[in-house]
């Protein structure tokens, strides 16, 4: 005879029928309480090495709740009503210790849990495995809640030097946090840093703050790596809607408001934030919908984000953070008047070019990659500053163009304009159409990537053909300015002579020359600016003379001058007059 298979005392066969007996019982006695509408207390079987339990409270009335902690203990359990008007906060955080004490996840079934004290999610006695809070869109109203955070979540036991480490909390589906606190109504890490949040994620939080105290905001962050969240946090108040200190390695997105004096969408403030990248953000309504305001708050990547607030970036301290396409809405004024540190990848809804109506632009941080032209200047020309090479990342560029007849100079208020060993503070393009330059920070100094031909010559940083151009003023008196690398003057058409003014060496490039001819009777005097003006030298001259007389002669008498700005000087060579060579004066 085959062996037969025993549960406990009971032959298997035999329990296997008990065992469905025991259910059909259950289920018929479950029929006949709903249709009485009465709860059944907490129900259990057993069977001798084998056990069929059935655990929590039924209402049978749609729902039953779970207090077992298998799958997660319900906040219904220890009294929570969800109605809207019962205080559940005793009833919550209750719920929520003996979740953590028994690592079991916690519960929300949908509803309105009042609270009037804070609700506090302390998981230190699970740090190395983690909690668990799962709502059925919740809503935890702590309105009535006078000051401090409505949600709390921490990791006690450590301090600033030595910080707790936990791991792996984790929101899941969607809560609702409402507060009217002059502080930050969610708050994940303690202010001090003495508690470290690893690995969290938040599936799906929506906070609104209804203070509009100065400092109330909608979510603080502090000290979160490798997070991924999902947040929607809104104040009326002038905090922050989204406040993040000393966060790393995070994948963030969601929206941010703080629509009060003062506030911002989102603030990478205190702390190390870096190596973050935010996907998609929505910031609006806020005075200022992005700010960085600590100089460790770097390498940071904003990817495709919406700013629709008077101010869409204000960086006072950032290193390396950089704007992927940025969009931005319709009430944004200033772009980013204080943009230090920021990068920009694709202009994304902001136009390439800029036209300015006035007669000066300063450019910014914020502008990396457009392109500027004087088309609309008001006058004959328009000047553009840099900003300060400091402000910049490495790779920082911006191009410059003159139309309309309408030259531009460029200022350097810090390092130089470079190109071929040449290094100059300021940049001329000349008033013909279409003078064209592009210039890049190396960290350093502004380097010329690209420019027209006549840009290189006026400013020296290409040698000109000898002679470039003749020229025959009619007036008496010239002066000779940069763009005049490489010209020939004459006195041909002067009425009784012509006076020439160089200009002065201070701003002038090494082997910047000009050329000086006599004609039709006519003299020439050439003679040093009155300011940084050098001298004039030639063999036997000595170093102090400061002006030359050419001949009077209708032979054309020729002279080059070629600037030494070391020396502070102008030398003389020979140089090929168009009708006979002659040598220099």
Known sequence: MSPRLTIGAWPYDEAQAAGSQITRTLLRLAAFAFGLGIALPTLAQTISGSSLSITGQSTLQGDVVMCSGRPWIDVRCNGAAGDGNHDDATAINTTIATAITNNWPVHFPAGTYKVTSPITIDYAGQSTKGFRL??????????????????????????????????YFKEEGTLFVNANTPAYAVVLGKSDFSDAHNSAKIDHLVVNNASTAAGAGGCQLNYLLDGDLYAVCVSAGGGAGLALEQVQFSRVSGAGTA??????????????????????????????????????????????????????????????????????????VNFGPLSTGISVIGTGSRNSWLFPTSGSYVAKPIDDGLSISSYNAPGASMTVTLPAVGSLNQGWSMSFATDNGKGMTINAT??????????????????????????????????????????????????????????????????????????????????????????????????????????????????????SGGHLVWPGSGASQTSLAMANTSQAVMSSWCCNTTAMAFSASLMQHPRRRRRSA
Not at 136 to 163: F, K, Y
Not at 295 to 301: A, Q
Not at 480 to 490: E, K, M, P, Q
Not at 496 to 513: C, E, I, K, N, Q
């Open 414 to 531: 810090s390092g130089a304009i470079i190109l071929g060993g040449k290094n100059v503070g300021s940049l001329v393009l000349g008033a013909g159409n279409y003078e064209y330059v592009q210039l890049q920070s190396d960290g350093n100094n502004f380097r010329v990537v690209s420019s027209t031909r006549n840009t290189r010559l006026a400013n020296g940083f290409e040698p000109p053909p000898w002679p470039s151009a003749w020229l025959f003023p009619t007036s008496s008196g010239y002066a000779a300015g940069l763009a005049d690398n490489g010209n020939v003057l004459s006195s041909y058409n002067s009425s009784a002579g012509l006076t020439v003014t160089l200009p002065s060496t201070t701003g002038l490039p090494d082997g910047w020359s000009m050329g000086f001819a006599t004609d039709n009777n006519k003299g020439l005097t050439i003679q040093v600016n009155t300011t």
């Open 134 to 167: 799962i709502s059925e869109a919740a809503v935890i109203d702590g309105r009535t809640i006078a000051s401090g955070p409505v949600l709390q979540i921490q990791c006690g036991g450590g301090t600033t030097g030595s910080p707790t480490g936990c791991f």
């Open 259 to 332: 629509e009060g004096p003062g506030g911002r969408g989102v603030v990478l403030e205190n702390g190390y934030n870096f190596s973050n990248t935010f996907l998609a953000l929505d910031l609006e309504v806020s005075p200022t919908c992005l700010s960085i305001t600590f100089n460790h708050n770097g390498l940071n990547t904003f990817v495709s984000p919406y700013f629709n607030c008077v101010t869409a970036v204000n960086a006072t301290a950032s290193l390396g953070n950089v704007l992927i396409n940025p969009n931005y809405g319709g009430a944004t």
